[in-house]
Nanobody
Framework: QVQLVESGGGLVQAGGSLRLSCAASGNIFSINAMNWYRQAPGMQRELVAGITKDDSTHYIDSVKGRFTISRDNAKNTMYLQMNSLKPEDTAIYYC???????????????WGRGTQVTVSS
């Protein structure tokens, strides 16, 4: 079994900061890319940031310079440091991981349940 659990969401004022965590646990052999997605009410889910096993990163333009994605491979944990938050960042943030199970032969995508981030003006 594999579980991805997000934490760190909450209510913050504009200009504030939050640090999200995603801990992967279970019968994991290897994790390739890990990603943060978000979905605001009435909007499609969008990729916010991604990071490869070799720490190559990608960000959507709207968060560049404000968000930093990182990972700790020894802990199978990914982080998203969010600074200078804006009301437009309000969404449910989801963890996503491309991983292979122990004894497996292929990679599958796994999702967390999400954590709510609300930024007040």
């Amino acid at each position: 079994q594999v579980q991805l659990v997000e934490s760190g969401g909450g209510l913050v004022q504009a200009g504030g900061s939050l640090r999200l965590s995603c801990a992967a646990s279970g019968n994991i052999f290897s994790i390739n890319a890990m990603n943060w997605y978000r979905q605001a009410p009435g909007m499609q889910r969008e990729l916010v940031a991604g990071i490869t096993k070799d720490d190559s990163t990608h960000y959507i333009d709207s968060v560049k310079g404000r968000f930093t994605i990182s990972r700790d491979n020894a802990k199978n944990t990914m982080y998203l440091q969010m600074n200078s938050l804006k009301p437009e960042d309000t969404a449910i943030y989801y963890c996503n991981a491309d991983l292979m199970l122990l004894g497996g032969y292929y990679y599958d995508l796994y999702w967390g349940r999400g954590t709510q981030v609300t930024v007040s003006s």
